[in-house]
C-alpha cells in the first residue's frame, strides 16, 4: 500500500505553450486525432529523438478492430517507414508491447515486431522487461506478468544519459579487493544502472487501491483509457534517450501519458490518436499539468533493505555534514 505523499502534484514555473494540432517549426505540442501513419507523413524527417509508443496489440480492445496476426503486422509496416525517417540519428524508437493470444496460443509480439526494425537498419539496444505482479489468471498456462519494451536506436550515435536514471545500488559500501583501486569504493555515489527489468506499477490499475486519506481509489493516473501507459515508465526513457527540447513522439498516444512525461522534462512533443475522446482528455491533461492539478506518481526510486557494511554509504560519498553526524 503506498502512502498518498508519494502522489505529487506538480506545478510549473512558466505558462502552458500552445497545443497544436499539426506540425509546425514553433510548436511544443502537438496533439492530433486521425489515422497514425497518415499524420506522421506531415512530420519533417529527422526530427524525433524519442519514438515512444505502445501500438495496438490486435487484442480487441475498444479500439481495434481483431484481425489475423499477419495482417496485423502487415498494417504497421507503413507507419514503421514514416516513424525510422522521422527519427534523427541520435534517435531511438521504443516500442512497447505484450502478447497476442489465440485459441489459448501465444504470439509474443516484440518477437515478431524485431524483424521489422531489423529490416529497416535499426539496432537494438535493449529488450526491456517491464514486470508487474496483478492480472489475469490463465488455467491452461502460467499467468502473465511482463511486457516488453524493444529500445532500437537509428545508428551507433544514440544519445545515452545514465546518470538522471540511475536507482539506489544494494551495495553501495562495496569496495574493489584488488588493483589499483583497492580498498576503494567500485560503485557510483549516483547509483547503479537499473538493468533492463523494470518493476513499474502496470495493467493492474484497477486492482491496486492506493491509500489516501478517507477516500480509496485506483492509481491516480488512470482514465477511461483500458491500456494507459504509467507516466514514470515513458519518463525513465525521456531521460535516458533524450536531452531538453528534443522531440519526443508518440503516433498512438492515447490520453497523452507519454506526451506527459515528455513535458515534465521539458521535451517537445507530439501525439497522434484516432480516437476524439482520448485525444480530448490527452489534451486536458496537459492543461490538468500545467496548472498544477495532475495527479503523476514520481518516477521510482528503487528501494533497498540495508544488510551489513556493504550496504552502507561509504564516508568518502558523504557530505561533511553527513560525516560529522
Ligand atoms: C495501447 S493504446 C496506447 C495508450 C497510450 N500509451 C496511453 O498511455 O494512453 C493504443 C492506442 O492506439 C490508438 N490507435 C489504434 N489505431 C490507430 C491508428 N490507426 N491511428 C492512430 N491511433 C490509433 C488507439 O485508439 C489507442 O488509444
Request: hydrophobic residues 30%; neutral net charge; proline residues 7%.
Amino acid at each position: 500500500m503506498r502512502e498518498a505523499s508519494q502522489l505529487s502534484l506538480l506545478t510549473t514555473n512558466g505558462g502552458m505553450p500552445g497545443i497544436s494540432e499539426d506540425f509546425t517549426e514553433q510548436s511544443r505540442i502537438v496533439v492530433h486525432r486521425g489515422d497514425a501513419c497518415k499524420f506522421m507523413q506531415s512530420v519533417p524527417s529527422n526530427t524525433a529523438t524519442l519514438i515512444i509508443t505502445s501500438p495496438p496489440y490486435n487484442v480487441g480492445k475498444a479500439y481495434e478492430t481483431r484481425r489475423s496476426i499477419d495482417e496485423y503486422l502487415m498494417g504497421q509496416e507503413g507507419l514503421i517507414d514514416e516513424l525510422v525517417r522521422v527519427l534523427n540519428d541520435q534517435g531511438s524508437i521504443c516500442w512497447q508491447v505484450g502478447n497476442f493470444v489465440e485459441d489459448g496460443e501465444v504470439f509474443p509480439l516484440d518477437i515478431l515486431y524485431y524483424s521489422l526494425f531489423k529490416k529497416r537498419g535499426l539496432k537494438l539496444r535493449n529488450r526491456i522487461v517491464w514486470h508487474y505482479s496483478h492480472g489475469l489468471h490463465p488455467s491452461r498456462r502460467f499467468s502473465g506478468r511482463y511486457e516488453t519494451i524493444l529500445w532500437f536506436s537509428k545508428g551507433n550515435n544514440h544519445k545515452f544519459n545514465l546518470d538522471p536514471v540511475r536507482v539506489p545500488s544494494k551495495y553501495p559500501g562495496k569496495r574493489h579487493y584488488k588493483g589499483p583501486n583497492r580498498g576503494k569504493p567500485s560503485g557510483n555515489p549516483l547509483g547503479k544502472n537499473p538493468s533492463d527489468i523494470w518493476e513499474i506499477v502496470a495493467n493492474d490499475w484497477n486492482e491496486e487501491i492506493w491509500y489516501i486519506p478517507n477516500v480509496k481509489a485506483a492509481h491516480p493516473e488512470k482514465t477511461i483509457h483500458p491500456s494507459q501507459f504509467p507516466v514514470e515508465l515513458v519518463e525513465r526513457c525521456v531521460l535516458a534517450l533524450t536531452d531538453e527540447d528534443d522531440w519526443v513522439i508518440d503516433p498512438y498516444c492515447g490520453v497523452g501519458s507519454a506526451l506527459i512525461a515528455g513535458l515534465k522534462q521539458e521535451r517537445k512533443v507530439i501525439g497522434c490518436d484516432k480516437e476524439t475522446a482520448y485525444i480530448e482528455i490527452a489534451k486536458e491533461r496537459i492543461r490538468a499539468y500545467y496548472k498544477g492539478m495532475l495527479p503523476i506518481r514520481p518516477i521510482e526510486r528503487e528501494l533497498y533493505v540495508p544488510q551489513g557494511k556493504v550496504s552502507q554509504v561509504p564516508d568518502e560519498w558523504k557530505s561533511d555534514e553527513e560525516n560529522t553526524n
